[in-house]
C-alpha cells in the first residue's frame, strides 16, 4: 500500500496580518472544526512582508487599516503583487465604502470579507479565495457595480476631524513639518494620514493633493 496516498492532507496556512493580535485569534477559533488551518500572524505591513517570504502560506489575510495609515493593506497588497506573490488574497476589514473595496480589488486582493460576518460567512470567504475563486459579499458588489455607471458621481470621501484639520493645513501650503508643529503631533503621522488623503482625494501626489484639497474643501463647504 502507498504511504503517499495516506497521508492526510497538509493544513491551510493562512497568513493573518492585522495590527490587533486578537484577530489572529480569533481566526483560529473560527476556522475551528470548520476548516484545517495553521495560522500565521503579523502585526504590520513589514512583518507581513517578511512573513510572507519566509513562511510561504497558501493565503494571505489582510486588515486595510493598521495604525494611524487607513489603507495601509492595500499597499502591503500592491507590493506584494508587484513582488510576484501568487497567493489568494482575502481583505478582512470594517470599511464599507464602495470605494475603498474597489481600491482594495484594484490593489490586488481575491476577495473581501467584513470583519462583523457571520463566522460561517468567514469561512465560505475564505474557502472561496483558497479554491481560486473570489468572493464579495453580494450587497458591496452591487455598489461597487454602481459606482461603474457611465456618469456615476462617486459619494465625496468621509474624513476624519484629523483629516479635515491636516487637509485644511494642506491647502493653505504648509510643509508636513508645519502641519506637525502646528498640530503638536508627530511628522510620521502628518505624513501617514496625508498618504491616506491621497488615497481617499485619487491624488497621484503631494502637488496633485493640494489642488484636490482646495476643490474638497470649497465643494463640501468646509473652509480653509
Not at 124 to 152: F, Q, S, T, W
Amino acid at each position: 500500500m502507498n504511504a503517499t496516498a495516506l497521508a492526510p492532507p497538509k493544513p491551510l496556512r493562512v497568513l493573518i496580518v492585522d495590527d490587533h493580535p486578537v484577530v489572529a485569534e480569533g481566526w483560529e477559533w473560527i476556522t475551528r472544526g470548520r476548516l484545517d488551518c495553521q495560522v500565521i500572524a503579523a502585526a504590520t505591513p513589514s512583518q507581513g512582508w517578511r512573513a510572507w517570504r519566509r513562511q510561504a502560506p497558501d493565503v494571505i489575510v489582510v486588515d486595510l487599516t493598521m495604525g494611524e495609515a487607513k489603507l495601509a493593506g492595500a499597499r502591503l497588497i500592491e507590493r506584494l503583487r508587484a513582488a510576484g506573490a501568487t497567493q489568494p488574497i482575502l481583505v478582512f476589514t470594517m470599511h464599507r465604502s464602495p470605494l475603498v473595496a474597489r481600491r482594495a480589488l484594484q490593489a490586488g486582493c481575491n476577495g473581501i470579507i467584513m470583519k462583523d460576518s457571520p463566522s460561517d460567512e468567514i469561512c465560505e470567504a475564505l474557502r472561496a479565495v483558497a479554491g481560486g475563486g473570489d468572493y464579495v459579499p453580494a450587497d458591496l458588489a452591487r455598489r461597487i457595480a454602481l459606482l461603474e455607471r457611465p456618469g456615476a458621481t462617486p459619494p465625496r470621501p468621509r474624513l476624519t476631524p484629523r483629516e479635515l484639520d491636516i487637509l485644511r493645513a494642506i491647502a493653505e501650503g504648509l510643509s508636513y513639518r508645519e502641519i506637525a508643529e502646528r498640530a503638536n503631533i508627530s511628522y510620521k503621522t502628518v505624513s501617514n494620514v496625508s498618504q491616506t488623503l491621497k488615497d481617499k482625494l485619487s491624488a497621484q501626489s503631494f502637488a496633485d493633493l493640494v489642488v484636490k484639497a482646495i476643490r474638497h474643501l470649497e465643494e463640501t463647504r468646509d473652509g480653509i
